[in-house]
């Protein structure tokens, strides 16, 4: 058993969503931490006299203790070119991507990218993420490997490309079946991985590969199905060109049988209240990446309008293409993002987003994403005084809502203090 004092926040139900008790906030709270899951988290006072008087306290008041970050869509494979200039979508995967990716058919590369990149994730607070390796068997092995040494929630899958690559990206649709159906027996459920059927985009596979994506899902109830969609005006267009038969980019997922409850799909910018609906009523989830969506001036998403349609969103940093592994960061552009939109994201709902929204999104919400009883004992350590600004801009703030929002504006790795994984200390500031 384990207690750790702070002031600590989670969220049972969307603010959004009006509920009054869709947040709690324990100024002064105790969690408490039994075979790595949440015993109990509440009032510090009430709880400690609970305790026998042996029990080790972890004092961290002064600190703010929220459920581990829930990433729901980032390329491990992409973590060596985030931050590289020029082009819009289409142009950035030819000159980027590409030659990046082709590197992970070497085993020993993509071990030490997984390694890094679980490290990442980890020192930005991130505990879960539904993450793209590339094609290569190997890199979802090193990738599964990686996140099962530190006992990460991950969620991944060998991505399927049959067309539209280059030669070294491309297999056959059967191939990448068999290679997907044996990664499946080999990881899925294997402590907390979890395995997705990965068709890069609509673009990338033929509709056989589409065809035999779907029936994978179909034949293996629990697993997830991740791809990306409506990202870019001229990724739209010839999604149109290639599935003339298709209503819309959307309808082309739906037509192989993709959509459904645990698929996710990344970006959803250009969608009309059709596909909004569709994805609303067979349960699948958007995955909204600001950062991303900025850095290609891909555009801007529309969460009142999700929100409308009664989609699950969750939130992805999309690295490469989004430019910071920080959860917060990343909050913080969303908010820019809507405020383009002429819409708002208050931080009581971005953080609610960033934790159990993803979650949910993820439908790992029993698991993770908060800590009421029972739930994996993923947090973060949040120092709100990280930096000389943000202590400052901090110590003027009279109310949590206020501190949130501070801390999605101008937070990011340095904020993080500590890293817990089911229970146990994963990382430390140094
Ligand atoms: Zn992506």
């Given at each position: 058993m384990r207690a750790i004092r702070g002031e600590i926040l989670y969220f049972t139900g969307d603010p959004a969503g009006g509920s009054a008790d869709a947040l709690r906030h324990?100024?002064?709270g105790l969690l408490i931490v039994r075979d790595g899951r949440v015993a109990e988290a509440g009032p510090a006072e009430a709880l400690l006299a609970k305790l026998p008087a042996d029990a080790r306290i972890e004092d961290?008041?002064?600190?703010?203790?929220?459920?581990?970050f829930v990433d729901t869509h980032i390329h491990f494979a992409q973590t060596d070119i985030i931050a590289s200039p020029g082009g819009q979508l289409l142009e950035w995967l030819a000159r980027y991507t590409w030659p990046a990716e082709r590197r992970f058919a070497d085993p020993d590369h993509a071990a030490a990218v997984a390694g890094f990149f679980c490290d990442e994730l980890l020192r930005n607070g991130t505990t879960t993420a539904a993450v793209f390796p590339t094609v290569h068997r190997v890199s979802v092995e090193a990738l599964f490997g990686a996140a099962l040494q530190r006992r990460m929630r991950v969620i991944a899958g060998k991505v399927l490309m049959d067309r539209?690559?280059?030669?070294?990206l491309r297999e056959s649709a059967e191939d990448g079946d068999a290679g997907s159906r044996a990664l499946i027996a080999r990881w899925h459920g294997r402590d907390r991985l979890q395995y997705a059927v990965t068709p890069r985009f609509a673009a990338t596979s033929t509709p056989q590969q589409m065809r035999l994506a779907g029936r994978l899902l179909a034949e293996h109830p629990g697993i997830h199905l991740q791809s990306h969609l409506a990202e870019n005006r001229a990724e739209v267009a010839w999604i149109r060109e290639l599935y003339p038969e298709a209503?819309?980019?959307?309808?082309?997922?739906?037509?192989?049988?993709?959509l459904g409850p645990r698929s996710v799909f990344a970006h959803c910018v250009w969608l009309d209240d059709t596909d909004r609906g569709r994805m609303a009523a067979t349960g699948a989830a958007m995955s909204f990446c600001p950062t991303s969506n900025l850095f290609l001036g891909s555009g801007l998403f529309d969460l009142a309008q999700a929100d409308a349609a009664g989609v699950r969103v969750g939130i992805?940093?999309?690295v490469g293409a989004g430019?910071?592994?920080?959860?917060l960061q990343t909050l913080g552009e969303a908010y820019k993002v809507l405020q383009l939109n002429g819409q708002s994201l208050s931080a009581e709902r971005a953080f609610y987003l960033a934790t159990l929204g993803g979650a949910r999104s993820l439908y790992l919400d029993d698991r993770i994403g908060t800590f009421l009883p029972g739930r994996e004992a993923d947090f973060v350590v949040l120092d709100t005084a990280a930096t000389p600004l943000l202590a400052r801009r901090s110590a003027a703030c009279g109310t949590l809502a206020e501190r949130l929002f501070v801390l999605m504006m101008l937070g990011d790795d340095r904020a993080v203090a500590e890293t817990w994984v089911m229970g146990e200390p994963a990382w430390r500031r140094p």
């Amino acid at each position: 058993m384990r207690a750790i004092r702070g002031e600590i926040l989670y969220f049972t139900g969307d603010p959004a969503g009006g509920s009054a008790d869709a947040l709690r906030h324990f100024a002064d709270g105790l969690l408490i931490v039994r075979d790595g899951r949440v015993a109990e988290a509440g009032p510090a006072e009430a709880l400690l006299a609970k305790l026998p008087a042996d029990a080790r306290i972890e004092d961290r008041r002064g600190r703010l203790i929220v459920p581990g970050f829930v990433d729901t869509h980032i390329h491990f494979a992409q973590t060596d070119i985030i931050a590289s200039p020029g082009g819009q979508l289409l142009e950035w995967l030819a000159r980027y991507t590409w030659p990046a990716e082709r590197r992970f058919a070497d085993p020993d590369h993509a071990a030490a990218v997984a390694g890094f990149f679980c490290d990442e994730l980890l020192r930005n607070g991130t505990t879960t993420a539904a993450v793209f390796p590339t094609v290569h068997r190997v890199s979802v092995e090193a990738l599964f490997g990686a996140a099962l040494q530190r006992r990460m929630r991950v969620i991944a899958g060998k991505v399927l490309m049959d067309r539209n690559c280059p030669d070294f990206l491309r297999e056959s649709a059967e191939d990448g079946d068999a290679g997907s159906r044996a990664l499946i027996a080999r990881w899925h459920g294997r402590d907390r991985l979890q395995y997705a059927v990965t068709p890069r985009f609509a673009a990338t596979s033929t509709p056989q590969q589409m065809r035999l994506a779907g029936r994978l899902l179909a034949e293996h109830p629990g697993i997830h199905l991740q791809s990306h969609l409506a990202e870019n005006r001229a990724e739209v267009a010839w999604i149109r060109e290639l599935y003339p038969e298709a209503r819309s980019y959307l309808d082309v997922y739906e037509r192989f049988g993709q959509l459904g409850p645990r698929s996710v799909f990344a970006h959803c910018v250009w969608l009309d209240d059709t596909d909004r609906g569709r994805m609303a009523a067979t349960g699948a989830a958007m995955s909204f990446c600001p950062t991303s969506n900025l850095f290609l001036g891909s555009g801007l998403f529309d969460l009142a309008q999700a929100d409308a349609a009664g989609v699950r969103v969750g939130i992805g940093t999309d690295v490469g293409a989004g430019t910071s592994f920080s959860m917060l960061q990343t909050l913080g552009e969303a908010y820019k993002v809507l405020q383009l939109n002429g819409q708002s994201l208050s931080a009581e709902r971005a953080f609610y987003l960033a934790t159990l929204g993803g979650a949910r999104s993820l439908y790992l919400d029993d698991r993770i994403g908060t800590f009421l009883p029972g739930r994996e004992a993923d947090f973060v350590v949040l120092d709100t005084a990280a930096t000389p600004l943000l202590a400052r801009r901090s110590a003027a703030c009279g109310t949590l809502a206020e501190r949130l929002f501070v801390l999605m504006m101008l937070g990011d790795d340095r904020a993080v203090a500590e890293t817990w994984v089911m229970g146990e200390p994963a990382w430390r500031r140094p």
